[in-house]
């Protein structure tokens, strides 16, 4: 299975703040690497997918970079309802694995 | 407009069965290149994602579980049902289902808003 290596696990941060979330897989999955917001009670939410590409109605302050083994996640000038755990997925293979998480606190 | 919303008990004894369903809208399981997927938090942990049917009845599941999983559909109904035997403890967790991309990039972008399932005797 391929092993996704989410970091860091928590991140403290502040309204308007840039934050950089990092991922990295055991072997090369090309682009095939996506993130996800979730928050309590709610159902996750795709912002990301192809590593790259934006979902559509997710802000423009959310961007993502990578290929291969490498990827982050940014988010520019942080808004309060960013605050959440954002989580990587690989789906270039069965079984589809996930980062551990990034719980990102004011 | 799609949506999806899981089913299920919110309460298992150790070494029960626990089915949950998935009924979806928007879609169609039938279409050519549908999948639907569950998914699955343990409280203040990582997501694991657990299983995979598609549109032409193929089946995927993760690894340590595989010998525990069942994923049917049932079309007609606009349904996905899981099974997960000989449930522990450890399987606490909120069960998710998401539809699965109709691109080639297979990621999640439709989730129902989850079930919590708590194994407890």
């Known amino acids: 299975d391929i092993q996704m290596t989410q970091s860091p696990s928590s991140l403290s941060a502040s309204v308007g703040d840039r934050v950089t979330i990092t991922c990295r897989a055991s072997q090369s999955i090309t682009d095939y690497l996506h993130w996800y917001q979730v928050k309590p009670g709610k159902a996750p939410k795709l912002l990301i997918y192809a590593a790259s590409t934006l979902q559509s109605g997710v802000p423009s302050r959310f961007s993502g970079r990578g290929s291969g083994i490498d990827f982050t996640l940014t988010i520019i000038s942080l808004q309060p309802e960013d605050f959440a755990t954002y989580f990587c997925q690989q789906s270039y293979t069965t079984p589809y694995t996930f980062g551990q998480g990034t719980k990102l606190e004011i | 407009q799609v949506t999806l919303k899981e089913s299920g008990p919110a309460l298992v004894k150790p070494t029960q069965t626990l089915t949950l369903t998935c009924t979806f809208s928007g879609f169609s399981l039938s279409s050519t290149g549908m999948r639907v997927s569950w998914i699955r938090q343990p409280p203040g942990k990582a997501l694991e994602w657990l299983a995979r049917i598609d549109w032409d009845d193929d089946k995927f599941y993760t690894t340590s579980l595989k010998t525990r999983l069942t994923i049917s559909k049932d079309t007609s109904k606009n349904q996905v049902v899981l099974t997960m035997t000989n449930m522990d403890p450890v399987d606490t967790a909120t069960y998710y289902c998401?539809?699965?991309?109709?691109?080639?990039?297979?990621?999640?972008?439709?989730w129902g808003q989850g079930t919590l399932v708590t194994v407890s005797s």
């Open positions: 998401a539809r699965v991309s109709v691109s080639w990039y297979f990621y999640f972008d439709y």
